[in-house]
Structures are given as C-alpha cells and as structure tokens.
C-alpha cells in the first residue's frame, strides 16, 4: 500500500467520521424539536422521513416555521438566520 492510497483511506475514514456526526446531531435536534411540538412518535416518524430525499426538506421547513411561529408568539424576534439573542 502507497503513502497515498494510506491517506485516502484516513481522509475517507475522517470524512465518514464528520458526515455521521452531522447526521446524528440533525436526527436529535429534529426529533428533540418535534416531540416538543407534536409527540414523540410523530418525532420518530419525522426523523425516519429525514432519509426521504425531498420530504426531509420539507420536514425541515415544517419544524422550522413551527418553532418560528412559537418563537414570536412569545415577543422573540426571529429573523432569516434565526433569533435575535438581543431580544431572548
């Protein structure tokens, strides 16, 4: 085995590594918002769809107008990139 081919495999290894993380932190915050907001077993259902190519983005956009809804209700003001930490 090359020197090369050693560090793809550690850049492969490494990227693997990054992506599941990712991947499980997306998976509780989404099933932690959305049993927040409608149960634990449509949570469980919304992070099963997360794997659904188009329906995981819609997923998103759902739990996130919810939690923007919630956010303002409550006099937080919520812009495109989230809640303004002047106003919490």
Not at 69 to 81: D, E, F, P, Q, S
Request: charged share 10%; net charge positive; aromatic share 8%.
């Amino acid at each position: 085995m090359s020197a090369i081919a050693g560090d793809t495999i550690w850049a492969a290894l490494i990227t693997l590594v990054a992506v599941l993380a990712v991947l499980v932190y997306g998976m509780v915050s989404v099933f932690w918002l959305a049993s927040l907001f409608r149960g634990k077993v449509v949570a469980v259902l919304y992070v099963l769809g997360l794997f659904v190519p188009l329906l995981g983005l819609v997923i998103l956009i759902v739990i996130s107008s919810k939690a923007t809804t919630i956010l303002r209700a409550n006099g937080i003001k919520v812009g495109l990139l989230g809640a303004n930490p002047k106003t919490i």
